[in-house]
């Protein structure tokens, strides 16, 4: 990345972490975008062009491409599981720590506010056609393909059992729980 975009990058990342920080000491509801812009020292149109909605502040991050680059560069003879299952480790390796809590404080948020719990089904939806899309070019099928809809339907969803794992087992790894959730749904595939 060339300056202009590591410092686009750098600011989207304070404006979102500015306001997980807000959100934990003042409550969700209780932040606004102003108090969120004037902590991040950018204007509310500045924060509006990172983040469109108050909830994109929470739904909001970069792991797609890693996640899709990585899967299309998997091994040709691995099954649609495998390939998404080391995709999705090797993406979360390049993951550091901190953004790691990030993401287990976002998922919270996710569970305990409806709005956001109606952004993530709408995402979920997103998702099971961007990975439908994937495991069609893999298996060379169309991505409405009902083996192809199922298999994206089952990776998505373990996607979401492992979310509602970690919200009620708030000391368990998120990373490491899709991981070995993956790995129970790869034992039970048969191509």
Same mark, same amino acid.
């Given at each position: ?7 686009? *990058? ?17 409550? $969700?509801?209780?932040?606004? #975008? ?7 020292? %950018?204007?509310?149109?500045t924060l509006f062009? @990172? ?14 491409? =890693?996640?899709?680059?990585? $899967? ?5 003879? =691995?099954?649609? #599981?495998?390939?998404?299952?080391? *995709?999705?480790? +090797?993406? /979360?390796?390049?993951?550091?720590? +901190?953004?790691?809590? /990030? ?9 305990? @506010? ?13 998702? %099971?056609?961007? %990975? *439908? ?5 893999? =298996? ?7 083996? %192809? ?9 373990? #996607?979401?059992?492992?979310?509602? @794992? &970690? ?7 998120? #990373? ?10 790869? &034992?039970?595939?048969?191509?």
């Amino acid at each position: 990345m060339g300056l202009r975009e590591r410092k686009k *990058a750098k600011t989207r990342a304070t404006i979102q972490q500015t306001a997980l920080r807000l959100f934990r000491e003042r409550g $969700y509801y209780e932040t606004t #975008i102003e108090q969120i812009a004037e902590a991040s020292e %950018v204007s509310p149109s500045t924060l509006f062009r @990172y983040f469109p909605t108050k909830e994109s502040l929470v739904m909001d991050d970069d792991f797609d491409p =890693l996640l899709i680059e990585g $899967y299309r560069a998997q091994p040709p003879e =691995l099954n649609p #599981i495998q390939a998404f299952r080391r *995709a999705a480790r +090797e993406g /979360a390796a390049q993951i550091p720590d +901190e953004e790691r809590e /990030a993401i287990r404080e976002r998922m919270q948020l996710m569970s305990s @506010y409806p709005e956001l719990s109606a952004v993530l089904l709408n995402n979920t939806t997103q998702s %099971v056609g961007m %990975v *439908a899309g994937l495991i069609g070019e893999r =298996l060379k099928r169309a991505s409405d393909d009902m083996l %192809v809809l199922t298999l994206a339907g089952a990776i998505s969803g373990t #996607i979401i059992s492992s979310h509602l @794992y &970690c919200v009620h087992h708030p000391d368990a790894d998120y #990373i490491e729980t899709i991981d070995e959730a993956l790995a129970l749904l790869e &034992c039970h595939f048969r191509p």
